[in-house]
């Protein structure tokens, strides 16, 4: 039988939040209750963006929290030969192709924005441009409608030619594109199961088109609902989340679960964050998880 294998993926551009913990647990509890491996990843293709000593905070909350992870801990940043290997495939397929239209040439063109921000409509498919110097699309004109069967949020499908577009797979910076590195490294990593914010749930449709093209398996998905602040917008490191504090790791783990469904008792808020998270393991129900109705999509652009 195949090992399940979860993982979380955080991004080191800054400090874990308490939306961060709610995926942190419910990923951990998804794997750990169906005796998976539950791997680490830290997510900084995107160099530029990396804050500086965040992975190493991020390594330190996570083991005040009472998590313990599988294996090595992966970096994408040591991962960037095999993103250009599948990239080079992708393009020795003629899936992918270099395009020099920039964000701004896009809007004065007119074109449309969609959940994942402007689709693009295919402008530079046919011109040939060197692949230096360029940005790197996906081909989706064939594609249609992409769906899946997701654990919390059930059937879930997007038309990638009409919502999306052609999608960028490297940057003009030389950046590869969270697309394709996630792709990658769940491959690479044997991850059968993801569990993340639903703010990824349109991403998934890009990530399942990217699995086809490149003969991968495609994991089971379970996307779940993201954390509010008071204004309703999403907990985020761009709206001032603030970091975790280790002083009241086990309370908010207890909360992280309320907020997931789950109905710790309340004297466990007494315990060590360890207890907590074994608690939460033997109790985990993932059909308790509530499912709130979804405003607009956030989810990763290039
Ligand atoms: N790195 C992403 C984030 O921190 C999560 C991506 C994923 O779980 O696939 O939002």
Redesign the pocket.
């Known amino acids: 039988m195949t090992q399940l294998t979860g993982?979380?993926?955080?991004?080191p551009?800054g400090p874990l939040h308490f939306g961060?913990l709610v995926?942190a647990v419910a990923?951990y509890c998804e794997a750990k209750s169906r005796h998976g491996l539950w791997l680490l990843?830290i997510?900084d293709v995107d160099t530029p963006r990396v804050v500086a000593g965040a992975s190493e905070q991020i390594l330190r909350d996570l083991e005040a929290f009472g998590f313990a992870w599988d294996g090595a801990v992966l970096y994408q940043s040591d991962q960037f030969e095999h993103y250009q290997f599948y990239l080079d495939q992708l393009l020795a397929q003629g899936d992918c192709y270099a395009c020099e239209c920039s964000r701004r040439s896009l809007r004065e063109h007119g074109v449309r924005t969609g959940p994942l921000g402007q689709i693009y409509p295919g402008l530079c498919r046919l011109k040939q441009l060197p692949v230096a110097n360029h940005s790197l699309r996906l081909n989706t004109e064939k594609a249609s409608s992409i769906g899946f069967s997701d654990r919390v949020y059930g059937e879930f499908a997007l038309n990638l030619p009409e919502s999306v577009g052609d999608f960028v797979l490297k940057r003009v910076d030389n950046v590869f594109a969270?697309h394709l590195a996630?792709v990658v490294d769940?491959q690479l990593q044997g991850v059968n199961q993801?569990?993340?914010?639903a703010?990824?749930l349109e991403?998934t449709c890009l990530?399942l088109y990217l699995q086809q093209k490149l003969s991968f398996a495609t994991p089971e998905y379970m996307h779940i609902p993201l954390v509010n602040n008071a204004l309703g917008v999403k907990l985020?490191k761009q709206t001032g989340a603030t970091a975790l504090d280790h002083r009241h790791a086990s309370r908010q783990l207890a909360a992280a679960l309320r907020h997931l469904g789950q109905t710790p008792p309340a004297e466990l808020g007494n315990h060590d964050p360890a207890e907590i998270l074994r608690w939460a393991v033997d109790n985990w129900n993932h059909a308790l998880i509530p499912v709130p109705p979804r405003t607009a999509a956030e989810g990763?652009q290039d």
């Open positions: 993982r979380f993926a955080p991004s551009s961060s995926a990923s990843r997510e969270y996630v769940d993801v569990v993340r914010g703010d990824l991403n990530h985020s990763i």
